[in-house]
């Protein structure tokens, strides 16, 4: 059979996310950066596609436009269904982009229903009573509630949903979702008009995720978080669509140095930098003095090109909520974020060109999409997880470089050292 599942994906640290948990589940995935083009070509065995686009806060024209034109080519490619991925935090504006895109989506498949199901957790995000946690913390109450791109002040994912969407928006309870797939469907059923209906899910545990994906076995749109994904490999075995679990590619890591470029300014990501110094070098961006000529450039790639070696080396513009804002207010929140990624994109080119660097660690949607970018890799092969969410990739590109792309919410203190010792080899 062709390709199975298309997946949309809101950003590059996203798409690696959902691309490792089918890998997981035995499925053969490839994963394109940015929009297909012509003279993207993939093998035969492929059962999913994830198109890792730079959505998430974007215009919402933009993001509705880009969204489109990765579901046309995903339908052209002959996929049962399409995933649309976003962050298990519900990452959004106040003006979306979740709900105008859902919306699309839904429009473009011409489908008046679909799910919300952001939960995963195994990384400690759960939904109850249509209310997002984050390690038992309502969204609205954790580090999230002061993300500089997206902060998130409402932890009910129907009222932010309802902002949104031009479709109803309905709730099925974990009480309904733990009894199990037809408990589920029944609840499907009692919506009888025609109307788009999203119903957003409690979720608990994996199994409450693989119930829900299963009860929602007939429809051509599922959106939510990667863990959602978990139990479709083995919904398409039960289906006959596979039949057995996909060959999985061979992978290693390319010998050469290692760099570490954190973006996000998120309390993990902190925790991890913080982590990372007591043993290895790293160096702060200077946001303002960025801003102002190539001298802070300069200095960072001297301090990179100084350490880089034995060592893996780290250049961060992880920061305080209260030091993000100052700087935000000086130069505009759109200008410092771009500044920022633009400057840890161009340290990933020339480090790779010039310092031996053939493993890089990025922590940050944005930054990671601007990496990608930048390195012009289209696609990426998909290797075994770091942790939960975070797989070791190689950018299939004229040199091959290992990279692993981190949402900022996500791993452990000691994140960035598990990721340069984990031993990939199969």
């Known amino acids: 059979m062709s390709v199975l599942l ?23 995935v490839l994963q394109i950066n940015g929009l297909p083009t012509e003279s993207v070509t993939y093998p035969d065995n492929v059962d999913a ?7 998430r806060t974007e215009p919402v024209k933009e993001a509705v436009d880009a969204s489109l034109q990765a579901c046309n080519w995903l339908l052209e490619q002959g996929v049962v269904q399409v995933f649309f991925k976003y962050c298990s935090t519900f990452d959004c504006t106040a003006k979306g982009n979740i709900g105008p895109v859902i919306d699309a989506l839904m ?45 998130m002040r409402d932890s009910n994912l129907v009222r932010l949903l309802e902002t949104q969407t031009q479709a109803q928006v309905n709730h099925i309870p974990w009480q309904v979702i733990q009894t199990g797939e037809a408990a589920i469907k029944q609840e499907f059923d009692r919506c009888h008009d025609m109307k788009p209906t999203i119903w957003v899910m409690d979720a608990l545990t994996d199994s409450d995720l693989i119930a829900s994906t299963f009860a929602a076995e007939d429809m051509t749109l599922l959106t ?31 010998e050469g140095n290692s760099l570490v470029l954190a973006g996000s300014c998120s309390t993990a990501t902190r925790g991890q930098v913080a982590c990372f110094l007591e043993q ?75 310092l031996g660097v053939t493993q890089i660690v990025v922590a940050g949607g944005e930054t990671s999409g601007a990496v990608v970018s930048a390195l012009q890799a289209k696609t990426l092969l998909i290797g075994d997880p770091i942790e939960p969410g975070v797989p070791w990739t190689i950018l299939q590109g004229d040199k091959a470089i290992g990279i692993a792309l981190k949402s900022g919410n996500f791993g452990s203190r000691d994140f960035f050292l598990r990721a340069l010792s984990k031993d990939t080899g199969e």
């Open 6 to 28: 298309g997946c949309i994906a809101d950003d590059f640290t996203g798409a690696t996310d959902i691309a490792s948990v089918l890998r997981r589940e035995g499925m053969q």
């Open 49 to 55: 596609i994830v198109i890792a686009l730079k959505s």
């Open 107 to 151: 429009a473009r498949l011409n489908t008046n229903k679909t799910i919300v199901s952001p939960g995963y957790p195994v990384n400690g995000r759960t939904v109850y009573g249509a209310n997002l946690f984050v390690l038992g913390v309502p969204l609205s109450e954790s580090p999230m509630k002061d993300h500089p791109l997206t902060p």
């Open 224 to 254: 939510g978080g990667a863990a959602l994904a978990q139990g479709l490999p083995a919904l398409y075995r039960k289906k006959g669509w596979m039949t057995s679990e996909s060959s999985q590619n061979t992978f290693s890591l390319p």
């Open 280 to 354: 290895y070098p790293g160096i702060a961006v200077d946001p303002l003095s960025l801003s102002k000529d190539d001298k802070e450039y300069d200095r960072l790639f001297s301090f990179v090109k100084a350490n880089i070696g034995k060592k893996p080396v780290l250049v961060y513009a992880s920061d305080t909520p209260e030091n993000v804002l100052a700087i935000q207010q000086e130069l505009g929140q759109e200008a410092a974020g771009k500044l920022v990624e633009a400057c840890l994109a161009r340290l990933a080119v020339d480090a790779t060109e010039s």
